[in-house]
């Protein structure tokens, strides 16, 4: 930590970028930003500090891996309720910098529900902590919200502390198919309006593939079986089919083709899900080649476009944009080809607490020595 | 106040919107935490968004600081006014702008009661933050404190299920953090808003996620012998991988005290453990055998589930008058906040009893025992000379033991007024300089609430970095408290 801080403090005294930088899964997603002089990796911090498995928290250095950090807590029957992309490879410092969440989000919030302390190092060599190690806390401003999702552009993030669940006695995953979306996405709303204790909420759907309705359950044997019942219920129209293999990592085949292509993130209400998956369908026609998305639930997708080129992606991604502008949400392009992010926005409009943003951006990083360029707006 | 200040209010809330009689002022002159108490210079009641940036602007120009407030339930003095300073009172903006139950969403002006959000939504849905002053504290004072309650340790608090804000910033610009849809690109300043105590502006619209309501919920009464003995069922409640909806506990001073005020029927005993379990009935079946099991081999001699609704509301109406039944027990009270890690709790509670002894004092104890959130009750009698500051220094030493323990100075009332000096306790000099780096984001001029949270104020015309030591610091002369 102390040579975190002396690297920066000496970094931004000669004015030179520096970019954070974990398990290196997520470095294209955002604005390229300007290219760095100094790339700062966390993975030799890598040590779980504590596992206080009797008061279910743990504090955890930045570099280690999402995977590394659920096999020690699995010792003691508990774990991380998160299920960001890649854990074998991605770092916590990673997934909180670009607030990288999964299904299990449909019962256990993101991770801003999940963190409960944080160690940031300022670009000036000040390291200052945030929160602590209870799960209940309200003394000072919460700052662990504020590293979540800045994409290394404020601080590096060293140390985390988290709030911790049992693993599950109990496991069943549901998987209902049809051959449109309409009747999967009305049954998504269905489930989410009933009393259903689901833990995550799945849409697979794409131009090749049958779409597809995934439902997850924890708990006791008992209260897992006695749901079945009532799902099955509400799902009496829609064909049950078995559920893929990994089905609750299905987010990452989208990073995988090898025609150019776009992935990005939409977020919309729950109830407009229906509305940009048909949007999608629709843009996803020729000229392009390929589309597919999975979304929870909860409103929040992830989606992969194909192209022959870059300015059919162009189009239609804008074309996507605006439809989820429209309904009142948002649309993030992750990763695109290079003259593709040229042309296009990839965080979108900023809002208007923008002049707000620069100003924390300049409060905490004044020199813009960190990651300048790759956030919002330009930060 | 200058009466051209005055003047420009008036002309901006109507004269029947602003207070500046002495009379009328003293209302306002504290919040919940009743031992501070300043006389606001005016006090200014706006009715809509535009009209608390108008006033906030006049504030800005002539450089007078403001205190926001809603019901004035606070328990740490955050809404206690500024000398020479208004009070902002959100309690005309009481409109509930948008009930969306498809999307489980409400949008609601800052005046809007807590109670008042479960009811627009009733009866298949909740807001789940419950405060036990929930039948009066107000949203609006609810994101600045964030907020808990008992129900938290299953649904999260305050900052859980607020998604969106409408902020009048301290200059009077208006901006909007988050949204009604979730991962809105750019930092995530709606979730630093929320716990901010006021200091970072003035939220005029909120918009709350609220929860569907579970299929069953039931209610276990649990009598032990002792505290340690409904400690150890706790920890062992949560070791076997239940998470109750809640789980509270009170001593047996907590229990008398309760028992007087709302006859809620408690067992007597030494240490009683409330445990809510919700969800499908199977589900809660079975989980409810598991903690029958753990609280009778804990030394459990009594366990009672509450059989009907009304049964559960007499219950939980028992625990949450607890702090005010206080008053049928002792004339004076200190209602203090700290947390522990739930691990602690046996010898923390070990400790309290002695400094209780010492200082020849009793006291009651009320806890969210599931997340280590004590409320240690000191009682006391101002009418006997030197009381009230053995009182005040023995429930200051709780917090000391908290902290050191690995907890916090406060789980859920905020700092306020009444803990700024203990911020020092928890936090070092660089943490809390950062904090106040993003606090001059909002507010360089330090107008908003500027006197709250921090032990030391900031200058936000000082040059960023890591805090710098006065020269007479240094050499040793003078002391910064």
Avoid at chain 1, 108 to 120: A, E, M, N, Y
Avoid at chain 1, 167 to 192: D, N
Avoid at chain 1, 319 to 332: D, K, M, N, P, S
Avoid at chain 2, 181 to 207: H, M, N, Q, W
Wanted: proline share 6%.
């Amino acid at each position: 930590m102390d040579e975190v801080a002396t690297q920066l403090r000496d970094a931004s005294r000669d004015g030179l970028v520096v970019m954070p930088r974990g398990g290196g899964t997520k470095l294209d997603w955002g604005r390229p930003p300007r290219p760095a002089d100094l790339v700062l990796s966390t993975t030799r911090l890598d040590r779980v500090m504590e596992h206080a498995w009797a008061d279910m928290t743990a504090t955890v250095e930045a570099g280690c891996t999402v995977a590394r950090l659920q096999h020690t807590l699995a010792e003691h029957g508990q774990r991380l309720a998160c299920d960001p992309l890649w854990p074998e490879r991605a770092t916590i410092g990673g997934i909180l910098a670009t607030n990288d969440t999964g299904p299990l989000r449909a019962r256990f919030g993101g991770l801003r529900d999940l963190i409960i302390g944080v160690t940031l190092v300022l670009p000036d060599g000040t390291v200052a902590r945030s929160g602590g190690k209870v799960v209940k806390n309200v003394a000072g401003y919460d700052l662990p919200k504020l590293a979540i999702g800045s994409f290394g552009t404020l601080a590096v993030i060293t140390q985390a502390v988290f709030r911790l669940h049992p693993l599950p006695h109990a496991t069943r995953t549901f998987t209902f198919a049809a051959p449109a979306l309409e009747p999967l996405c009305e049954l998504a709303l269905a489930i989410q309006g009933s009393q259903l204790a689901f833990v995550s909420l799945q849409l697979r759907a794409g131009r090749s593939a049958e779409p597809a309705l995934d439902v997850g359950f924890e708990g006791t044997q008992a209260g897992v079986d006695s749901q079945q019942d009532e799902l099955l219920r509400l799902a009496a129209s829609l064909a049950r089919v078995d559920p893929p293999r990994a089905v609750w990592r299905a987010r990452e085949a989208l990073w995988q083709g090898t025609e150019p292509a776009v992935v990005g993130t939409l977020s919309v209400l729950p109830t407009e899900l229906r509305a940009v998956c048909a949007q999608l369908h629709d843009v996803g026609a020729a000229p392009l080649v390929g589309w597919r998305v999975v979304a929870q639930g909860v409103g929040v997708g992830q989606f992969r476009l194909e192209g022959a080129t870059s300015g059919a992606l162009l189009g239609a991604v804008q074309r996507l944009r605006e439809g989820a502008e429209r309904r009142g949400g948002t649309l993030v392009v992750l990763v695109g080809p290079e003259d593709l992010k040229a042309q296009f926005d990839v965080w979108g409009p900023p809002g208007d607490a923008l002049p707000l943003l620069r100003r924390v951006k300049q409060q905490l990083d004044p020199g813009g020595t960190l990651s300048p360029g790759r956030f919002v707006g330009g930060l | 106040m200058d009466p051209r200040i005055l003047d420009r209010f008036r002309a901006i809330v109507g004269r029947d919107g602003l207070l500046t009689e002495p009379e009328q002022l003293r209302t306002y002159e504290c919040d919940g935490l009743t031992n501070f108490r300043v006389l606001p210079s005016a006090v200014v009641l706006p009715t809509s968004t535009e009209q608390v940036q108008a006033v906030v602007r006049v504030c800005h120009d002539a450089r007078i600081p403001f205190v926001a407030r809603g019901s004035g339930t606070g328990l740490s003095g955050g809404a206690l006014p500024i000398e020479h300073g208004i009070v902002i009172s959100l309690a005309r903006m009481t409109r509930i702008l948008e009930v969306d139950i498809p999307n489980a969403r409400v949008v609601v002006e800052p005046g809007v009661l807590n109670l008042s959000v479960t009811q627009a939504v009733a009866p298949n849905y909740f807001y789940a933050p419950d405060p036990s002053s929930q039948q009066v504290c107000s949203i609006g004072g609810n994101v600045a404190e964030n907020s808990g309650g008992a129900h938290c340790l299953k649904y999260g608090f305050t900052t859980t299920h607020v998604l969106g804000l409408e902020v009048v910033l301290p200059d009077g610009s208006l901006v909007h953090l988050g949204g009604a849809t979730l991962d809105r690109p750019g930092y995530d300043l709606c979730g630093v808003f929320v716990g901010s105590e006021g200091t970072l502006g003035i939220a005029t619209k909120v918009i709350l996620r609220v929860v569907r309501r579970p299929a069953l919920i039931q209610t276990l009464l649990a009598a032990f012998d002792s505290t340690n003995q409904a400690g150890a069922a706790v920890s062992e409640i949560i070791a076997a991988g239940v998470l109750p909806a809640a789980i509270e506990m009170m001593d047996n001073l907590a229990i008398q005290a309760a028992e007087a005020a709302v006859h809620a029927g408690y067992p007597d005993c030494g240490g009683l453990l409330l445990v809510e379990l919700d969800g499908p009935a199977a589900e809660v079946a079975a989980l409810m055998a598991r903690v029958r099991e753990i609280c009778t081999s804990c030394g459990a001699w009594e366990l009672r589930v509450a059989q009907s609704e009304e049964e559960r509301a007499a219950v939980w109406k028992g625990r949450k008058a607890a702090f005010a039944a206080m008053g049928r027990i002792s004339p004076n009270y200190i209602v203090q906040d700290g947390v522990i890690p739930r691990t602690a709790l046996p010898e923390v509670m070990s400790e309290i009893e002695r400094l209780s002894g010492q200082a020849g004092l009793r006291v009651a104890n009320v806890f969210h025992a599931g997340d280590g959130n004590l409320h240690p009750l000191v009682l006391y009698d101002a009418r006997i000379a030197g009381q009230e500051g053995r009182a005040e220094r023995l429930a200051f030493s709780i917090l000391e033991l908290c902290v050191k323990a690995g907890g916090s100075i406060t789980g859920e009332h905020g700092v306020g007024e009444e803990k700024k000096a203990f911020m020092s306790v928890m936090f070092a000099e660089p943490d809390l300089d950062t904090m106040q780096r993003v606090r001059c984001a909002f507010d360089p001029e330090r107008l908003s609430n500027p006197t709250k949270v921090f032990p030391r104020p900031r200058l936000c015309a000082e040059k960023p970095g890591p805090y710098q030591p006065h020269p007479l610091e240094t050499a040793g002369i003078a002391q910064l408290f």
